[in-house]
């Protein structure tokens, strides 16, 4: 590690909280669609997407940081992708808003702590975009460092990776279930298509 | 969603950066197509 010391290793732990908090986040979405029974829309899995996308920004981060090439241009793409995909994410989320803003629209799936995952999704990529900027403007001190190899911070820091990885798995096997042999989700989901097709 | 997990794995291996970030922007492309096509397929609007 060099004698930066904590002002490396907090954005290290930083995108690491990204990357498990988005992941966590994914696993409640699971939560939601198998345990509760509720069908995610095509605005729904677009912004899991951009939840993806965006967090891929984090990992680009922190393998290059666990490698040890990262350098000041390579820590400005990996958040600018970061920021990008937020920035595509939430605006999935505004339309999403927008579609059911009228009065008396009961939105679409039930509400979670008084909000519906689109509007919680909106906050959870503003978050995203105001940590990236922050993040772009305290460089280069804000690059990240990674722990020493084989220390435990780095076996956390590759069980959260794995996590991720494991989610995105997770993802790819539920939205061609739910996808069956289409290339689009249907607008308004009420079975898992695959499902369907197979059994005819 | 397969082409995202599959940049994780690249990245996840050491894959060329270049590589890497090329199929994120295809995957950006990819998304904001989707996005286009959900938002006009059901109501026939143009943008």
């Known amino acids: 590690m060099s004698g930066r010391g904590a002002w ?20 409640s979405a699971f939560y939601i669609q198998f345990g ?6 095509p605005l729904c899995m677009l912004q899991r997407y951009g939840m993806f996308l965006s967090t891929l920004g984090a990992l680009f981060v922190v393998m290059q940081a666990r490698r040890g090439v990262l350098t000041t241009s390579r820590y400005a793409q990996g958040l600018g ?3 990008i995909g937020a920035l595509a994410g939430a605006s999935v989320s505004v339309r999403q808003i927008a579609l059911h803003i009228t009065p008396g629209d009961p939105g679409y799936g039930e509400p979670v702590f008084g909000l519906h995952l689109y509007t919680w999704a909106f906050i959870t990529f503003t978050i995203v975009m105001i940590f990236c900027g922050v993040m772009l403007m305290l460089a280069p001190k804000s690059i990240p460092v990674a722990p020493a190899a084989a220390s435990v911070p780095r076996h956390l820091s590759t069980a959260i990776v794995w996590v991720f990885l494991a989610v995105a798995a997770a993802n790819v096997v539920a939205i061609i279930v739910l996808e ?11 079975s898992y298509h695959l499902v369907d097709q197979l059994t005819g | 969603m397969t082409l ?13 950066r270049n590589l890497v970030i ?4 295809l995957a950006l492309v990819a998304m904001l197509g989707l996005f286009r096509y959900h938002v006009t397929s059901a109501l026939d609007l143009s943008f």
């Open chain 1, 8 to 27: 490396g290793l907090i954005p290290f732990w930083g995108l690491h909280a990204w990357i498990l908090g988005y992941s966590g986040v994914m696993l």
């Open chain 1, 36 to 41: 509760k029974g509720e069908f995610p829309c």
């Open chain 1, 81 to 83: 992708m970061g920021l």
């Open chain 1, 180 to 190: 069956g042999f289409a290339w689009v989700l249907p607008d308004d989901p009420s």
């Open chain 2, 4 to 16: 995202l997990f599959g940049i994780g794995v690249l990245m996840w291996r050491g894959a060329n």
């Open chain 2, 22 to 25: 090329g199929l994120w922007v």
